[in-house]
């Protein structure tokens, strides 16, 4: 009876869509495009007080713990609850459903289970995570939650502009001391609705995709140091050009994807930095980021040492110093087979068209699943695109993804 019920749970999506655009009014800021609740600003604030607001209109328990995080517990049951959300923070000038959609489904999915007359027989709690966008270069609130935060961390994190986490909490009246960590024991499950920020699902034309497991990704910063010099004077044989080293690097970018790379490989070299940057000088240093991901870290282990090779090849070329600094190695996730199974199964049972797929992108989801069953529900991305105002997912995949989160989040809490 409760596994029927579940599988045909209805939300009300023009609920979830008057939601959607009532918080995403909190963060359109004048002269910026898009969505703007960068994590801790004002307007990722405000946003998670609205949402405190909605949760206690539906009539659950809501609280913002230290680090920003907020909770809405629907006291129900007994045992570990079901937690089910995304994220508010967006990155500069985002989108309207990158992680909002994820927050606002999951209430929506309670409301609808409680609309329904269901019986669960454990708490349901959304949570909005902080930070999930990295300002502070991690995911700190499904890191926190997840007790993976040590007070050394939150001590060093800085911003792009050097601020420190701790003072961007303060100045919110949040508390960098405070241990949010949640005891795992007290978790069944997590599950997590999102769009897909990519294109896959547009172009196999499948309305939901189930994740099975998160790329793995490595976060290196190199720097290529040569001689900065006069751009007429020095020959061009004479030159230690650390420009030229780096083109050489990423040039080779693609023999190393089709040499040992497959399907789920990405090489990205995202940010430069020349110095001294000026039209009339030779660059002496080049800084640049390399992300390399994969779904397999055998993979990702062997990206890394062809990178390694090639840097140092192109540097012997052109007379420059290397120096490799990784600022993170984060192995592949898998989510937990029984609940992509659970997922998979009520999306057929809905009859949708689904996908089992990787995902490229981080997501909180892939914290959780280090530490408790997990699940991620992707929608289609209109062209593939996100982190850009022009992010759009049509409203039918939404109601469709917010229909097979909602019945996902009941089957878990009705067994
Ligand atoms: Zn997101």
């Given at each position: ?43 990722d604030m405000a946003g998670r007080r609205w949402l405190i607001g909605r949760l206690k209109t539906a009539g659950l328990a ?43 489904a999951a209430l929506e999915a309670v409301r609808a289970m409680k609309e329904a007359g269901l019986a669960p027989r454990r ?210 996730t898998a989510l937990d087979p029984r609940v992509v199974e659970e997922i998979a199964r009520l999306a057929r049972a809905g ?65």
């Open positions: 009876m409760g596994e029927n019920a579940a599988a045909c749970l209805r939300i009300d999506p023009a609920r979830l869509k008057a939601d959607i655009e009532a918080v995403n009014e909190i963060g359109r800021i004048e002269g910026l495009a898009g969505i703007n609740r960068v994590s801790f600003s004002d307007e809501a609280q913002m713990d230290g680090v920003g995080n907020v909770f809405g517990r629907w006291n129900v049951g007994a045992g570990p609850a079901v937690l089910a959300g995304s994220h508010l923070d967006t990155v500069p000038m985002g989108g309207p459903f990158d992680g909002t959609l994820g927050v606002c708490p349901v709690e959304i949570v909005c995570t902080a930070d999930e966008e990295g300002r502070f270069g991690g995911m700190l609130g499904s890191q926190a939650i997840c007790g993976e935060v040590g007070a050394d961390w939150i001590a060093s994190a800085v911003d792009d502009d050097g601020l420190p986490l701790a003072e961007a909490l303060r100045a919110q009246g949040l508390d960098p001391m405070a241990d949010v960590a949640r005891d795992r024991r007290e978790i069944a499950v997590f599950l997590e609705l999102h769009i897909e920020q990519g294109p896959v699902l547009e172009r196999t034309k499948d309305e939901v995709g189930v994740v099975d497991v998160v790329s793995g990704v490595f976060n290196w910063t190199v720097t290529l140091c040569g001689e900065a010099n006069h751009s007429g004077t020095t020959p061009m044989s004479m030159r230690r050009d650390a420009f030229r080293g780096l083109a050489e690097f990423g040039a080779g970018l693609s023999e190393i994807v089709d040499r040992l790379g497959g399907e789920q490989t990405r090489l990205t070299v995202g940010k430069v930095a020349l110095s001294p940057n000026f039209p009339h000088s030779i660059a002496g240093q080049a800084v640049f980021s390399l992300i390399g991901r994969d779904t397999d870290e055998d993979v990702m282990r062997a990206l890394a040492d062809a990178c390694r090779e090639k840097i140092a090849r192109a540097a012997a070329r052109h007379g420059l110093k290397v120096d490799i600094a990784q600022q993170s190695w984060l192995p592949p009859g949708l068209k689904a996908r089992i797929m990787a995902s490229g992108a981080g997501h909180d989801a892939q914290t959780f699943a280090r530490h408790v069953p997990a699940g991620l529900i992707f929608v289609p991305s209109l062209g593939g695109i996100s982190h850009a105002p022009e992010e759009w997912t049509a409203w039918p995949d939404i109601e469709r993804g917010a229909t097979l989160f909602a019945r996902a989040i009941a089957a878990s809490a009705l067994a």
